[in-house]
Each structure stands twice: as C-alpha cells, then as structure tokens.
C-alpha cells in the first residue's frame, strides 16, 4: 500500500527544467510572465547570452500547462515567435506550454503493465475528499494518467466499489465516487488502481480517517436559485440628465477607457420593472463609488457614491426598492488599491516623509509623484492605482469601516472583491469576520482567474469568479476548438476543482467588463450564442448576466465590451431576450437546476453532440447541445439515473415535450448549432413566457 502522504510527495517533486529563449539584439531587458508567477513581468528577468543577442532563462517548473509573454524593456508585452499562441479567451494572443513529465515519455497504454505514477493524485487536502454533513456522503476523486488504467476501485468498509471516469484533460483522467458513510469519524479506505495486466497501484489512508474534517464551508443558501445581472453602471442606462458630466458623449459613442456616457443609479433604478420581468434575483454592480474613472477600479471615497451616478441617499433606496422585488444587490470592493486623490494618499504626495499615512502604501523614494514607473507599488505598475499595504492596522480598519458604513446604510447581500488573489489570506480572514459578523448571509465573491480552491475553504471567500467554466463553453460553444469529449470533460473539470456545495454557488458568466463579449467571440452567430446561454443555465453554480447579453449585444476587447445598452433590442420580437427569460424561470423552478449534481452522459465526437444531466434526489434535467452544422439525433439511456416516475420531460427551448420509451430511453432530435435543456414537466410551468405588451420593460 502507498499512503496518502507519499501521493502527495509525487506530485509535488514532479519538476522540470525549461529553458526560455527570446532573441532580440537592441533590447535593453526581457523578462518572462506567465501563470506560474501570476504574470509579474519583474519575477523572472532574463540574461542576456555573450552573443548579445540571445535573452535565456532556465526555470524550474512543475509538470502542467502554462500560458507566458515576453517583457521587452519592462513595458512591451510579446508571445514567444517560436512558441504555440493562440487567444486565451480573454481577446489575448499568449504562447501555451505543455511540459510533461519524464514517466510520459511512452505512450500510455492499458495492460502494458506500467502505471505512470507522476500524475496520480488522491490528496485530500487539495479537495479530493469531501464530505457533505448535510447528506452524510462523501466524494472520492482519484487522477491518472489518461488511457493508463483499465479500473478504479474504492475499497471501503469491505466494499469494493468502482468508481467512473467523469472528466479530465490530454494529461489526466479524473475518477469519481460519491458514497453514504455510516460513520464519517473514523473510515479507513483505500483506492486501487489496475492496467488491465495485473499491475495494480494503491493509494491508502494508512490510518482510520475523520472525514467530518473535509465537510463542505457552509454558503449562503439563497445562491441555490440565484440568477445575477452584472451592470457597468455608466453603461447601463442614463436616468438622470442633471448628474451628468459636461463631457458627456453620446449613448451610442464608441467606448473608450476614458469617456463617460451618462448612466447612473436613477437609470437603474427606472429599469426595476424590466430586472424583475427577465426574472434575475440579484445585481452585481460595478464599482459606484467616488473616483476619477468611468469604471470606478480608481477611488477617492469609499463611502460616497460617485456624483455622477448619484448620492449615498439615492443608492440607499435603490437597493431597497430592489429588494422590495426580490432582487438583492452586491457591490464591487476594490481593497487592493486606490485613486491618486484617495486621502491617505494624496496626504503622502503633499507631505512625503512626514505623512501620517506612509504604512498605508508601500513608498520606495521621495518625492511622492505619479509617473511612469512610479515612486511605490501600484497595480500592474499603472501609477493611478497605488497598491494599498493591507498588513496595516490603520488600513485594514478603514475597509472594515467601509464594509459596516454600507450594511448600515443600504440593503447589501455581499461583496465582489476586485483582484482579490492579489490580497494577503489573512486579511481576508479578518475581512470574512467582519461580513459575516453583520449576516452569515452576506455572499463573498472573489476575483481570481483560475483555480480558486486555496481561498474557498470556509475561511475567505464564498464563491469565486468562475473563468474556467467559462472558457470551456467559449472553446467548444463559441469558438469551436474543442470536441465534444473536451467539452464535458473541461466542464467536470471546473466542477470537480471544489466541493458540490462551493462548486454550486460559483458565479459564472459568458461576458464580463474585462473579456469580449460571448457573441463576439461566436463571430456574432445568434445560434452558438443562444447554445452558450443554455450552458450556463444547465450548469451548477449562479448564472450571472453580463448587462445586454440577454438583449444580444457584442463586443470586442475592453473597452468595447463596455457599449451603451440597446435599449432599442428590448422588444417581443427578439428571441435572445425570450430565451433568457425562459431559461431563467426554469432555473428558478428545478431542484435539479439548482442543486443537482452533473453526470455526462452523452459525447460523439464525429456528429459533434453532447449531454449530460443534472440530478437532485429523484429530479432531473437533462442539457444537450449540438455544435455541428446539421441536425442531429442520439439516443440516451438514463435508465441509471435515480429518477422519479417521470414519463417526460420539457424542453425549455422548444416547449416540446420529451417522451421517455419504456426502458428508460430518450431518443433526441437536436437541430443544427442548437442545444436543449430538458427539466421534469411538473416544472414546466415556471419557464412559459408571457407575451401581454410589445416591450417588456415597463417604459
């Protein structure tokens, strides 16, 4: 038997050298930032070689995959001439790197008696156990190289079950298995894998396990049917002409980093019928408060609302008559860095050494002045947004000040935290104190552009900005780069990074103010964009709407995923719109949407469909999606799954019912880069739209 302790030790040791080269005679310095130095352009300068021209830099890097650029004289960002680019989904064209490790060297192959033990994993403390208290089941996860084995077993109280493969990469095939535990404090297990040859590897526990050590962090349990709606609120709508700028532009001018179009918090508050109409239950609202900018990531006050976008007293009874129609309101904590003109300090720039507020940032000279390369630590280096030193007192305290002024003075259901890796843990273990300390119910959601598991363990963060998941329905949906297989499996992949519970409660998104829009990068196909919706909808998590999608808009590169609202789209006749109110009330009315588990089910590469379900104690949903050009029609055999005496299902999209054989068989008909979203008929009710009145909104 080999122990936990010794899995873990493997994957950890699984280092390689990687030589980075960039040839380029009349650069003063380059640099290399990528993901495995979250892309700090100062982390690992290279040298230059006595032929004066070649930049090298040998790093030791873990086995895995990696995106990088090139710094060129600390300012020019370049992909590798020679390396695999490609556009990472965020409107980047970035050099991918794939090192593998020496035991892949061969390719894999079941029953040729080897098992390539680089990449096994079972270890629980990065979430390959979990036990949820609430059901009394526990999930086991296991990681071998892909195509390697031909079983995995858990052997666990005499029981010897075999666990399925439910997702996993080109390196990694991930198995699972969720079990009733009797008595989850004291289990000893173990997981054994065999090639198919008689060669056989086990991972053990070793000792018995408390396994209500890994329970599942409690979340809020009002994110289970939530549906948010993120506004850019100078995007969003004009309501008020007397707060307006005079440099206001037209609402339909071309977006720009600096200009301002006018909507504000009296726009928002005009559009609560039209909120409540398309069925969302909450608004994450870009940041509001005082600062130079027109997205509000620069402040000056953080207990001020913006004048341009209105007054405390404006923004107070704005969230409460939204939570009058049940729709709660997070707000955008921008804690890593400040304006210029922020107090504390603009106190630094006017008295230098002998400010009282110097421990408040991180000063490397004097005098105290915004440029190029500035005189402290700013975000990404831009000199507007100094980088505030959250391992001060005095600061610290402030944010906490800040977080009790806005429970006092208005109806808040969480906090959106910018950049929020960037932050030391333990400030946001004061910081969660605080939250929570008002509400247990206050929602945390941090922002971090991969794997989030480090900060969602009960101690930090609720939920996380779900970027994986959305990069899986972009490559497969919209863009089209992965098959069918990749599709689900990246799907299981962003789910099993966590807990059932967090996994559940993970804000996803097709569009956000920092990417381009969904349906650009769809080349503006109404078709793969309404797919993509449906995805989002189908899978765990909170669905949120990037303002205008519903209505169809697009968008390029920041800041022209920052349009003016088309107001004008919002009309019966267009069918985004109908399909993401459908989709939205469906949610809303299946258990199995809104806390069921996902099983694949379904991928045939060559025809280019895929499904799996959703399942939550006996009911069900079913999504299903067809990428190809032509109308498709599989067959499904759900008889496993445990449902209730369903004879048929309701497709969302269609309205059509979906009639089981009576071997527990769904024959599906699939139209051309279209997709369905089936959920019990008892549940149909809830996803009929009404048609009474040729706008939806209120006007």
């Given at each position: ?17 990687h030589e980075f080269v960039y040839m380029d005679a009349s650069a003063k310095s380059v640099s290399v930032a990528g993901t495995f130095n979250n892309w700090n352009k100062d982390a690992d300068p290279m040298r230059l070689s006595s032929d004066g021209k070649s930049w ?402 009960g101690d930090q963060w609720d939920s996380a900005m779900n970027y994986p998941l959305r990069g899986a329905i972009l490559n497969h949906v919209a863009m089209g780069t992965t098959t069918s297989t990749q599709f689900l499996d990246e799907l299981m992949a962003s789910y ?204």
């Open positions: 038997m080999t122990s936990l302790l010794l899995t873990i030790a493997l994957a950890q040791n699984n280092l390689t050298a090298t830099l040998t790093k030791q890097l873990s086995v895995g995959k990696y995106q990088y650029k090139f710094v060129i004289n600390g300012q020019t960002w370049v992909p590798d001439p020679k390396g695999d680019n490609k556009d990472d989904g965020y409107g980047n064209i970035n050099s991918y790197l794939n090192l593998l490790p020496a035991d892949f060297s061969a390719p894999a192959k079941r029953g040729d008696g080897v098992i390539a033990k680089s990449v096994l994993r079972h270890d629980v403390k990065s979430g390959d156990l979990v036990f949820d208290s609430e059901l009394g089941t526990a999930r086991f996860l296991a990681r071998t190289r892909k195509g390697d084995v031909k079983t995995v077993e858990l052997r666990l109280g005499g029981q010897v079950l075999p666990m399925h493969r439910v997702g996993g990469d080109d390196r990694v095939d991930i198995y699972a298995l969720t079990v009733k535990v009797d008595n989850p404090k004291s289990v000893e297990y173990s997981i054994r894998l065999d090639d198919g040859a008689g060669s056989s590897f086990a991972m053990s526990s070793g000792t018995p396990v408390d396994m209500t050590q890994f329970s599942e962090p409690e979340i809020p349990a009002w994110t289970r049917s939530a549906v948010y709606y993120q506004i850019f609120p100078d995007r969003f709508s004009n309501g008020s002409k007397a707060n307006d700028p005079a440099s206001v532009e037209s609402w339909n001018a071309n977006p720009t980093y600096s200009n301002i179009l006018g909507g504000d918090l009296a726009g928002v508050s005009q559009r609560i019928d039209y909120l409540a109409i398309l069925g969302v239950t909450g608004i994450y609202f870009n940041p509001i408060f005082k600062g130079p900018s027109n997205h509000g990531y620069e402040t000056t006050d953080f207990m001020q609302i913006e004048p341009r976008l209105g007054t405390n007293a404006e923004f107070s009874q704005l969230t409460k008559d939204l939570k009058a129609r049940g729709i709660g309101v997070v707000l955008d904590g921008v804690f890593n860095h400040t304006s210029v003109d922020f107090a504390p300090f603009k106190e630094i720039r006017e008295k230098g050494k002998d400010a009282k507020t110097l421990d408040w940032y991180t000063i490397k000279s004097f005098p105290v002045v915004p440029k190029a390369d500035p005189p402290y630590l700013a975000w990404a280096n831009y000199a507007s947004m100094p980088k505030l030193n959250l391992e001060n007192q005095a600061t610290k305290q402030y944010i906490f000040d800040v977080v009790e002024f806005w429970d006092k003075n208005a109806e808040i259901a969480g906090w959106r935290l910018d950049v929020a890796n960037e932050i030391p843990m333990p400030f946001w273990r004061e910081f969660r104190k605080h939250v929570k300390g008002a509400s247990p119910d206050r929602w945390i959601i941090g922002e971090n552009w991969t794997d989030s598991s480090q900060w969602l363990k099993l990074m966590y807990g059932p519970r967090v996994s559940g409660n993970m804000l996803n998104s097709l569009s956000t103010h920092d990417v381009p829009r969904f349906k650009n990068f769809a080349k503006d196909s109404d078709a793969l964009n309404h797919m993509g919706a449906v995805a989002l909808f189908a899978w765990p998590g909170v669905p949120c709407i990037y303002y205008g999608d519903e209505l169809g808009m697009t968008g390029g590169v920041d800041p022209d995923n920052r349009r003016g609202m088309r107001w004008d789209l919002n009309t019966s006749e267009n069918k985004t719109l109908t399909l993401y109110q459908k989709l939205i009330k469906a949610r809303k009315g299946s258990v199995a949407l809104q806390s069921g588990e996902p099983i694949p089910l379904f991928a045939d590469d060559k025809k280019q469909v895929s499904a799996f379900a959703r399942v939550a104690s006996a009911d069900v949903a079913i999504a299903c999606f067809n990428r190809s050009n032509q109308a498709q029609t599989i067959e499904l055999d759900l008889s496993g799954l445990k449902m209730a005496s369903t004879k048929s299902l309701v497709d969302v999209v269609s309205g059509k019912e979906l009639v089981f054989s009576g071997d527990g068989r769904l024959r599906l008909h699939v139209p051309a880069q279209s997709a369905l979203l089936a959920i019990s008929s008892t549940n149909s009710e809830p996803f009929q739209v009404q048609r009474n009145q040729k706008h939806l909104v209120i006007q």
